[in-house]
Every structure is written in C-alpha cells, then in structure tokens.
C-alpha cells in the first residue's frame, strides 16, 4: 500500500522544523540560552515560526531580534546579551564591560564596550563601539558572552585611561581569584605604552599571593 506523499511532506516538514529548532537550541546553549532572530533565520526558521514558540510558552523574548529559551533563567548580563547578538557576527565584549561581567571592577559602565571588526557600523545607541584587531588567543567565553581575556581586557582598560586604582584593583582580584596570571598581565602590557607597562610591573610586584 502506498501512502500519498501529500500524507508524508506535513510530517517530513514538522521533523526537519524539530531539528532546526534542535540544533538553534544547542546554539543558544553556548550563549547562555539566548539567540538571535537572525541566527534563526540563518537555520531556516522563520520570524512567525519564533513567534509561535513565544505564545507555545518554549521562549522569552529579552529584546528586539533576541530571544531566550524558557530553560535558561534570565542572565545578569542580559542587557550585554542583546547588544553582543544584535551587533552580530564576530562582536566580543571587551575594555570597561569585560571587567564589569568578570566582576572584576565596582563600576557599572554607563556603555557597553564592544569590540567590533573595523567594517561594522560604530552608529549604536548606549554602546561603545572599538574597532581593533583581535588575534584568537585575546577571546575567550564567560557567561555564554565571547569576550576579551581577563589579561588583556585589563590592560586594554589601562590603555582607554581608566583610573590605576581601578586597574590596580582589578589585578588584584583577578589574580587573587586564579583568573589569569602574573605572566600573562606583563606580556600582555608589553603590547603597550612603556607607562602602561611600568603601571602593571608595579601593580603586580606589590602583589603576594
């Protein structure tokens, strides 16, 4: 007996919309849950596809474009979220906001800091936009967020003129919690000023661990 492939393409067509929806779930995995519409359309997934998934109660949307599935809770950083996956492509978090989701500064930055590739659009409400060339060994992830290493997000702080006390501390803290090293903060000033460099040497040798 033959069945009418009029039968067959509802059913094909509902389990290649599960795996898509499977395989932008473990997407968001890695993104603390969230996602983008435009991730969603890259999978094929339509924006009245998301849509639906809202009124079903499987996600939440956090902003314009950006979602998160309903098994995540909401992140401290929710606000970084929306701004990493609406810049797009390639956006890492770096400078003032890398310390802020590291908890490595007291300061709430007024922007977020986001370092962008030098061909994007710096136009962009409450953020602060760099255009600096990263290599692969400056990004990292923490808190489902790609960001700048706690070395250079450090010393790149240092170079934007951030008060030393606040780099000082940031030190401090970073190495007291094992999150980088003694090492890692003077190579990476090397990439610097020599008052950069003299700024960190310092901070670091009155340091004991």
Known sequence: MRIKSTVLCPFYAYIMKLEKELELYQIAEDQAGYFSLQQARQLGLQRNQVYRDIERGKLIKAGYGVYRFVQFPASNFEE?????LSAGKNTVVGFQSALYV??????????IHLILPPTASRRRED???HTIQLEPDDITS???????????SII???????G????????????RRGMTTKEKLIQESKKRSAKIQ?????SVERIKL
């Open 102 to 111: 590291y908890e490595l500064s007291d300061i709430i930055p007024s922007e």
């Open 164 to 175: 030393d006390e606040e780099v000082r501390l940031a030190i401090l803290q970073s190495l």
């Open 198 to 202: 003299r700024l960190i040497s310092q």
């Open 142 to 152: 923490f808190e489902g967020l790609p960001i700048t290493t706690v070395a250079k």
């Open 127 to 129: 953020i602060r936009v």
């Open 80 to 84: 970084i979220h929306r701004a990493v």
């Open 156 to 162: 790149d702080c240092a170079f934007a003129n951030v």
